[in-house]
Antibody
Framework: EMQLVESGGGLVQPGRSLRLSCAPS????????MHWVRQAPGKGLEWVSG????????GYADSVKGRFTISRDNAKNSLYLEMESLRVEDTALYYC???????????????WGQGTTVTVSS | QSALTQPASVSGSPGQSITISCTGA?????????VSWYQQHPDKAPKLLIY???KRPSGISSRFSGSKSGNTASLTISGLQAEDEADYFC??????????FGGGTKLTVL
């Protein structure tokens, strides 16, 4: 069974940084685009960032552009999200999701993790 | 980068059909056939129901179907069942490597 496990969440003060990781089990992410999607408490889904299978095409939501950096290490079979200059409004459950294709334009996220919680508060 | 527009709630009785709309703009839903739909039960991760406007992943019931007309995509659930009660989200490619979700629709099975 294909699964994704996120880690790295926690409580952090505004302005600080945090690095999220996503590790798959049961498959390799090498051929697939990957996404980060977040959900604030009681709110809807918000796409945060996506990366093509070969890291050649990357996208960010306007709300995080310039502060967050997505990356992947196919050799280590892992996905990352480096979050800097964190704001209170970044507080959310962060999901890692696998795309059906190698390209982020598809936005067909067929495997999701259970999420890792990021709380930004002083 | 505006969120796609979905009705906040819809409801239906068991056995009925319901349709959830997802309205975007010419730069997203209207331009690209990269619309997907997700089902989310409380405290659970989202689940892919439809991708590329009309395609169903393996294992998804044929009761779920997708369509698009102009800037509006739609998800239809036929033969409504109690377990269909959940939140539903649409998602579209918005160009320039950006994705956008709808605000979500809460489905109540009466």
């Amino acid at each position: 069974e294909m699964q994704l496990v996120e880690s790295g969440g926690g409580l952090v003060q505004p302005g600080r940084s945090l690095r999220l990781s996503c590790a798959p089990s049961g498959f390799t992410i090498e051929y697939f685009a990957m996404h980060w999607v977040r959900q604030a408490p009681g709110k809807g889904l918000e796409w945060v960032s996506g990366i093509n299978y070969n890291s050649n095409f990357i996208g960010y939501a306007d709300s995080v552009k310039g502060r967050f950096t997505i990356s992947r290490d196919n050799a280590k079979n892992s996905l990352y999200l480096e979050m800097e200059s964190l704001r209170v409004e970044d507080t959310a459950l962060y999901y890692c999701a696998k795309d059906r294709s190698g390209y982020i334009e598809d936005y067909a996220m067929d495997v999701w993790g259970q999420g890792t919680t990021v709380t930004v508060s002083s | 980068q505006s969120a796609l527009t979905q009705p906040a709630s819809v409801s239906g009785s068991p056995g009925q059909s319901i349709t959830i709309s997802c309205t975007g703009a010419s730069g997203d839903v209207g331009t690209y056939n990269f619309v997907s739909w997700y089902q989310q039960h409380p405290d659970k991760a989202p689940k892919l129901l439809i991708y590329d406007v009309t395609k169903r992943p393996s294992g998804i019931s044929s009761r779920f179907s997708g369509s698009k007309s102009g800037n509006t995509a739609s998800l239809t659930i036929s033969g409504l069942q109690a377990e269909d009660e959940a939140d539903y989200f649409c998602c579209s490619y918005g160009g320039y490597a950006i994705g956008v979700f709808g605000g979500g629709t809460k489905l109540t099975v009466l």
